[in-house]
């Protein structure tokens, strides 16, 4: 632990200022950090528990997605790579590489099922406001591009994993000390009994049941 705070330190030392507010440091694998959240968008409300575990290499940003007190593990088995996996259970990640609040930014999802949605996001207003350009350019081949993804379905204990690996070479980004990125990251629970009503809970409140809203995106350096 001391180990990491030292890294965050003398990291500091090597970025502006305006990244001197940092939400999350990650490390260099295999040492990971947690982002935490058991609260729903925009509510507040409890949510189940969900964790997301980062680490980088030189040339990936790794993420163990961990779904906790889980009931439907619920999902369309019709549905392929960059469908609509959303409208079911799904963990998401939103990740840009800059400390600005983005008006671009690259959208990642996994279902309980293993299936994963890659689409970099065109939201110009940054809160996906009425009226607005919204629009999305999907990676089609995601895993010829050197994507991974394992999920781990754990019924017995109500719990299910990912664990995904995403190329930064995506964000210009290999080789990312020092570096920092913007980020929020998302869960929505459904069921047969409640589709297609969702709870939406997120790890950065965005203040609307809408999770395009960039101005909340946590601060997060690559220590």
């Known amino acids: 632990m001391r180990l990491v705070s030292d890294l965050v330190v003398s990291t500091l030392l090597l970025v502006p200022v ?8 990650v490390p260099r694998c ?5 982002a935490k959240f058991t609260t729903q968008v925009p509510s507040g409300s409890p949510c189940p528990q969900t964790q997301v575990d980062l680490c980088y290499t030189d040339t990936s940003l790794n993420l ?19 469908g609509d996996i959303w409208e079911y259970e799904v963990m998401e ?14 959208e990642y999802e996994v279902s309980p099922n293993n299936v994963t949605y890659n689409s970099f ?8 406001a009425a009226g607005q350009p919204f629009d999305h350019a999907f990676v089609t ?29 995506l964000f210009n980004g290999e ?6 990125w913007r980020m929020n990251f998302f869960r929505t629970i459904t069921g047969p009994d409640t589709f297609p009503n969702q709870q939406l809970c997120g790890w950065k409140n965005t203040n609307l049941a809408n999770f395009h809203v960039t101005p909340v995106f946590g601060t997060v350096l690559f220590v």
């Open 175 to 180: 080789d990312p000390r020092g570096s920092v």
């Open 121 to 128: 996001v065109y939201n110009p207003s940054r809160v996906r």
């Open 64 to 82: 163990k997605f961990t779904a906790r007190g889980e009931k439907n593990f619920y999902f369309d088995p019709s549905q392929t790579t960059n």
């Open 93 to 106: 990640a939103f990740i840009y590489k800059g400390y600005n609040d983005p008006q671009t930014y690259f």
């Open 141 to 169: 081949d995601p895993f010829a591009d050197g994507f991974k993804v394992n999920t781990v379905l754990d019924k017995t204990n109500k719990v299910w994993t990912s664990e995904s690996s995403i190329p930064l070479a």
């Open 18 to 25: 305006f990244a001197s507010k940092i939400d999350l440091a």
């Open 30 to 34: 295999p040492a990971t950090a947690p």
